[in-house]
């Protein structure tokens, strides 16, 4: 049987509701729990030093009593062997080290899209050989590109003409990787390479 509620007076005013509570009390209250909680486990956790017995206290192996008609024994200094260094194999020659420029040698087709000098042309042929690891030679099988050394450099998988008169890029992300040339900035080659 269960209990039941209080009669109500007549006329009495209904009974005022709580006042709500903010939303954020529960979650900081959480937070204020787990700080502390977190306090009292660094403070007692395992991790920190035990002390230390001092070196005195420490357990060592039993000496034998020395004898008094023996002279002390003489202890030869041990003796040290030392391993020579590890023989470092000599690194390859600049030469076979792959360098920028072994990234974009190649033969590309593409067209001139534009030039000061004359008319767009298409199926424009530009050869890129390597002259050092970071310098290639540009040469084109169209008069007007001529040939170009083009010093270069990288940002991600682009390289670029590191300097010069010369925009150079070539994309790697690319497949095939394309080449934005535009020699003495004179003309805009656009092209991909050759497989």
């Known amino acids: 049987m269960g209990h039941a509620a209080p009669p109500r007076i007549a006329g009495a005013a209904p009974r005022p509701a709580p006042p709500p509570r903010p939303r954020w009390m529960l979650p900081a209250a959480v937070a204020a729990v787990a700080v502390l909680l977190g306090l009292g486990l660094y403070a007692a956790g395992p991790w920190r030093a035990a002390p230390t017995a001092p070196v005195d206290e420490v357990a060592a192996a039993p000496k034998p009593p020395p004898a008094a008609t023996e002279p002390p024994a003489v202890v030869a200094p041990p003796v040290v062997v030392e391993k020579p260094a590890p023989v470092e194999a000599p690194a390859p020659p600049a030469a076979s080290t792959p360098g920028l420029a072994d990234l974009v040698v190649g ?26 690891r970071a310098t290639v030679r540009v040469s084109s099988d169209d008069r007007r590109m001529g040939t170009v050394d083009v010093h270069l450099t990288r940002n991600g998988n682009q ?36 497989p």
């Not at 001139?112 to 042929?125: M, T």
């Open 107 to 132: 033969t590309y087709l593409g067209d001139v899209i534009a030039d000061s000098r004359g008319a767009s042309r298409s199926d424009i042929e530009v050869t890129i050989t390597r002259l050092d």
């Open 159 to 194: 390289i670029f003409a590191a300097d010069g008169n010369t925009p150079f890029i070539v994309d790697l992300d690319r497949s095939p990787p394309s080449l934005v040339l535009d020699p003495r900035s004179e003309l805009a080659y656009r092209g991909i390479r050759r």
